[in-house]
């Protein structure tokens, strides 16, 4: 999966569906989310230097069509500093509580490609 965002932009907000995979079926209800940090990390694919190294992110509930199965979003909103050089990245996400570390499972890797901009950042007055 492929995300594009702009030199020096804060949007689009990367979002990201939770898969439930049945390998690592682990509870994805609202309180399980609401006792849970999730970060967020980027690592320049070149360099292999981490770019983001566990930001928090947010999610929100996508649908609730059936008890038993809800839908959420993973949220993380770039700043500045995030996206100041150009590159390609490879990102994921990490789910934290007391019962220790979730990588997130994604159906395919999350690449992050920061393009040229032609916006002026410096322009005063």
Known sequence: MDFFIKQNATLPTLRVEVVKDGRSDFAQT????NQTEILFSMVDIVTGQPKIVGAPCTTELLDETDENISK???KYQFNF????NQGRFKGSFRIQNDQGDIVLPLTEDLFINITESISETDFCC
């Open 30 to 33: 609202q309180e399980f989310l």
């Open 72 to 74: 959420y979003l993973i």
């Open 81 to 84: 500093r995030d996206t100041k």
